[in-house]
Nanobody, 126 residues
Framework: VQLQASGGGLVQPGGSLRLSCAAS????????IGWFRQAPGKEREGVSC??????????YVVDSVKGRFTVSRDNAKNTVYLQMNSLVPEDTAVYYC??????????????????WGQGTLVTVSS
């Protein structure tokens, strides 16, 4: 079971990035997938989540990114995406994807995420 986040980079304020979370060894569609970020000197925080398709497939984004970030799933590619628009310097962080690997689950509390991918760095700067 592996998750790999990718798509980070350097972007100017107001720009966009799309992060990908690719899975190997399991089918993403069956599980809730969360996106998290950790900025330098700060605790890891939850950013977004998409519940399993067999739950209700609902999505969640934290208030600080609402209206700017969107989470989606491409089952054919076994990948979950985080589309990030209107980026601001405060979005600078290492972004991670994770799952609780519980089939059919809705979005769980942060403490229940047990499988984490390596992060991808997003830097928003002019």
């Amino acid at each position: 079971v592996q998750l790999q986040a990718s798509g980070g980079g350097l972007v100017q304020p107001g720009g966009s990035l799309r992060l990908s979370c690719a899975a190997s060894g399991f089918t993403l569609d069956y599980y809730a997938i969360g996106w998290f970020r950790q900025a330098p000197g700060k605790e890891r925080e939850g950013v977004s989540c998409i519940s399993s398709s067999s739950s209700d497939g609902s999505t969640y984004v934290v208030d600080s990114v609402k209206g700017r970030f969107t989470v989606s799933r491409d089952n054919a590619k076994n990948t979950v995406y985080l589309q990030m628009n209107s980026l601001v310097p405060e979005d600078t962080a290492v972004y991670y994807c994770a799952t609780d690997l519980v089939p059919g689950s809705g979005c769980p509390p942060i403490r229940d995420y047990s499988y984490w991918g390596q992060g991808t760095l997003v830097t928003v700067s002019s």
